[in-house]
């Protein structure tokens, strides 16, 4: 493998858990800075709010404000250490359980809440 | 081999949307009462582009097994695709609405009874639908019941027209009259093909079908005969509205006036195949944004999406097209005219149209996506001459319009 | 104009299609409403226009009370049910739309 082209090849793209099922994009990438050595890609990170922050930071700082007010942990962003990142074709698996992280809280509290309980959704 | 023959309905499922919706109905038949046959070229510019773009938007889903949507954010980042993924959702809303209106009137002709009652018992059929039924079960449904939309092909050769003027029109020429009307008509005609929404769903099909790379020749296939079922059906609504409208002077401004125009050939029974086809096609079209819209949310933003699992094991799939049925169908309750929205929304279509078409444009010459399937210089020469085409139209033709009335 | 001869012929053309029962009475009904309004629009448009010369104008709202009253009449008709008078309209309506017609080309304005 060459080079990594870190916006090309790894921001916005597609981000699989072990059992192949949907968890995000890549929202926002965390390099932490090292004193006397070169800084160091971290982490990956997803959720809304990194999302909103690159848009603008007003929207962004909006967004977490709304997601504190409704459930805290629903707007939290997500971090993935990059040791658990490989790399597919176009998209990036993560060797974790998409149920065991935070990212479907949505998806799962709009299950509880709504959509089970509208008829015929099962 | 059988199952590859019946994945044609996905063509003929995409194709109604683009070409047998409520705005492509309204100005092929106006097209066809103000211009005779003189603007049938604008109709076939128009399916040349969608061919090349339907093809496209398939082939970039077989061979990267990603859609259009996942691939623009991937490929161009979020921020670049802002503007383009807002416009798309504000006129597929629009859309929608128009869609959902369509269908109420077509209720209107058959009961009398006016249209905004029947806006929420439409989106709730239409919601039941996508809440219940499958994928397999929406491209089918549609495209059996969107047959009935050739009454219009048989209808134009029952008034037997002068086939030598219809193929003068194939050629563009310049009006003897009402220049800028003539114009804006063309990008009218234009925009109503050449929406974005039909290559977006239709590479979403692709995935919900299970495409691969053995599927590159059918999807050619699909899309010149799914594009060409729409354009024929298109051209015959035009031909008919050419021959019963224009000796009588009479514009089609309204969908009352256009109800006429299988009456001559049909009687009664011509009335009412007016009404259902443009039900059935507008419900399609309905159909087929709707889940357009859920598509591109969950997209967008990497949410696990298919009409093909339970609503429960994609819950935030689910609620956005619950939502965007819902909001759109409010529009109509309050009595919009479903016609100048659409007319409105094609205008915009237009000139958004270079926006979105040129990122798709790089994506389908991208390595990575396509590999050795990229577009050729064919496809990247039609697809920019004719947006091109489009928007200089556009940006000449609508301002002209409006200064004319 | 073009919007006046046009609903004209829309009327004419919903009210053959009605006398000939191939088109339910709500529908005509309301399209003939429709082309009331719509005459009515023109009228108004036509009086508040100042480019028109006097003599002309007053022959156009002439043409146009035409059409509107025989429209009017072919409403009550089609409310009553009556299939014959409603065929005399039609008839009527064509003579008057065609008045309207060549008017219009020795005004030398748009069809």
Not at chain 2, 64 to 80: I, P
Not at chain 2, 303 to 309: F, G, I, P, R
Request: charged letters at 15%.
């Amino acid at each position: 493998m060459g080079e990594l082209h870190l916006i090309r090849d790894v921001l916005d793209e597609q981000v699989i858990d072990r059992r192949k099922r949907k968890m995000g994009k890549v929202d926002g990438l965390i390099i932490v800075l090292r004193k006397d050595q070169p800084p160091r890609l971290a982490y990956i990170e997803l959720g809304m709010s990194t999302l909103a922050h690159r848009l603008h930071p007003r929207l962004g700082d909006w967004v977490e404000a709304l997601g504190r007010k409704w459930g805290a942990r629903q707007g939290t962003p997500f971090r993935v250490p990059w040791s658990k990142v490989h790399l597919l074709q176009l998209d990036l698996k993560v060797d974790l359980d998409a149920d065991e992280t935070p990212v479907l809280n949505w998806e799962k509290w709009l299950n509880q809440h709504v959509i089970k309980r509208i008829p015929g959704s099962g | 081999m059988r199952k590859k023959a019946f994945e044609i309905t996905l063509g003929i499922v995409t194709s109604i949307g683009g070409f047998l919706d409520v705005g492509a109905i309204a100005t092929a038949a106006q097209a066809g009462a103000a211009f005779g046959f003189q603007l049938v070229w604008a109709i076939l510019l128009g399916t040349i582009c969608v061919i090349f773009l339907v093809e496209m938007s398939g082939r970039l889903a077989a061979v990267s097994k990603h859609t259009l949507v996942d691939a623009l954010r991937e490929r161009f980042g979020v921020n670049f695709c802002l503007v383009p993924f807002t416009a798309e959702l504000f006129v597929d809303v629009l859309v929608l609405a128009a869609e959902i209106g369509g269908v109420c009137l077509a209720l209107q002709l058959i009961t009398g009874i006016s249209f905004p009652w029947w806006a929420l018992p439409v989106a709730f059929l239409l919601w039941l639908l996508l809440w219940k039924g499958t994928f397999e079960i929406i491209e089918n449904g549609t495209s059996f019941f969107g047959l009935i939309t050739l009454c219009f092909v048989v209808a134009a050769f029952v008034l037997h027209p002068l086939w030598k003027l219809f193929g003068a029109g194939v050629l563009p020429s310049l009006p003897t009259h009402d220049k800028a009307h003539y114009w804006f008509i063309a990008v009218a005609i234009l925009g109503a093909l050449i929406s974005p929404y039909l290559f977006y769903f239709y590479s979403s099909g692709a995935i919900e079908d299970k495409w691969g790379k053995g599927h590159l020749v059918v999807n050619r296939a699909i899309a010149g005969l799914g594009m060409g079922f729409g354009s024929l059906v298109s051209l015959g609504v035009l031909v008919v509205s050419a021959l019963v409208f224009q000796p009588r002077g009479l514009q089609v401004d309204a969908y009352e006036q256009a109800a006429l125009m299988l009456t001559e050939s049909f009687g009664y029974w011509g009335f009412i195949f007016f009404a259902v086809s443009l039900g059935i096609a507008c419900f399609g079209a309905a159909l087929e944004v709707s889940l357009n819209l859920a598509y591109g949310t969950a997209q967008a933003l990497g949410w696990n999406w298919s009409e093909n699992e339970h609503p429960t094991q994609d819950a935030r799939f689910s609620a956005s097209y619950t939502v965007f049925v819902f909001a759109a169908s409010l529009l109509m309750v309050i009595g919009i005219d479903p016609l100048k929205l659409t007319l409105f929304t094609m205008a915009l279509t237009a000139v958004i149209l270079p926006l979105v078409i040129i990122p798709f444009l790089i994506l389908m010459n991208d390595e990575r996506y396509l590999g050795k399937h990229r577009n050729g210089w064919i496809s990247n020469g039609v697809i920019l001459f004719i947006i091109g085409l489009a928007f200089v139209l556009a940006i000449v033709a609508i301002p002209l319009e409006i200064i004319g009335g | 104009m073009q919007t006046a001869t046009s609903w004209a012929a829309t009327a004419q053309m919903a009210g053959e299609a009605w006398v000939r029962r191939a088109v339910p009475t709500h529908y005509a009904g309301r399209t003939i409403d429709t082309a009331v309004e719509t005459l009515s629009e023109t009228r108004e448009t036509l009086e508040q226009s100042p480019s028109i010369p006097p003599d002309q104008r007053v022959k156009a709202r002439e043409h146009l009370q035409n059409l509107a009253a025989t429209i009017e009449e072919m409403r009550k008709a089609i409310r009553s049910g009556d299939r014959a008078r409603v065929q005399e309209q039609v008839q009527q309506l064509t003579a008057q739309k065609q008045a309207l017609l060549n008017f219009l080309e020795n005004a030398g304005a748009r069809p």
